[in-house]
């Protein structure tokens, strides 16, 4: 009979000696963890066919952390959440979009044990490949940016000033290669960024077009909507390890792109003002 290797993981002590001897019971190899990063340890360094892991966890990451790294490291394992949360609404449906299986604590051994067995029969539910949230952004750029022409057309102050898609839209070009490439950078949050000549020209661009600088700032915040929706939207494919550095580094990136356009248009105007 095949032996089956569980990552076992929760920071209940108690909870997590008395899962490792049941499932060793019914002939499971188990490995504990009572923490992520000691379950990250675990998932780098050995192959295992199912992770039992709790959904909520102390400190830093949590049960879809251990998850999107399993999914890494072992794509055909089974990927089963440990909440006490029976109903968490929209959040359940993006879990299962990661893990395999959601079980309510507490739950009934014999139970566990025959949803783990059913779920080893069968393999995980489906093979997702697991996207960064840079590669996301950038085969969704022109999906992502017609949204956003879509949802400027509808407001009244933007369009206030006549322009051609290609004129309204010809700087996100730019702003979505900046933000991929920061993405993938990896640098920490905080981290001074080298001046962004795109956006500079962005900002004398729609000076000279007429808009304001409330309808620049109107244009950037309709950009984050549309961003976050394309990852809203592609939930299913989203590695949720890095799922939150990355919306944090897209807010930063974008508000940065921004604060840079206008620094230029704000310039413009005062040389405007100047006299002759």
Known sequence: MAVFKVLLVDDDEVLLFTLAKVLEHNDFVVTTAATVSEALKHISSGHFDVLLSDLHMPGAGDGLTVVSAMRHANPKAVTMLLSAF???????????????EILVKPMDVKALVDTIKKRLA????RLRAVESVATILERSADSTIQDWFGRVQLEESLMAVP???ELRCFHLISVFRDLVERLRSFKPLGSKEPMSVSAAEHGLTRRKQGYTAAMMVEESRVLQVCIFNTLQNNLASIDFSVLLIGVMTIADEVDSQLSQAMKSYIAESIADALPA
């Open 86 to 100: 029976p109903e968490m609404g929209a959040a359940a449906h993006a879990i299962m979009l990661q893990a395999d």
């Open 122 to 125: 069968t393999g995980p539910s």
């Open 163 to 165: 322009l051609s898609r």
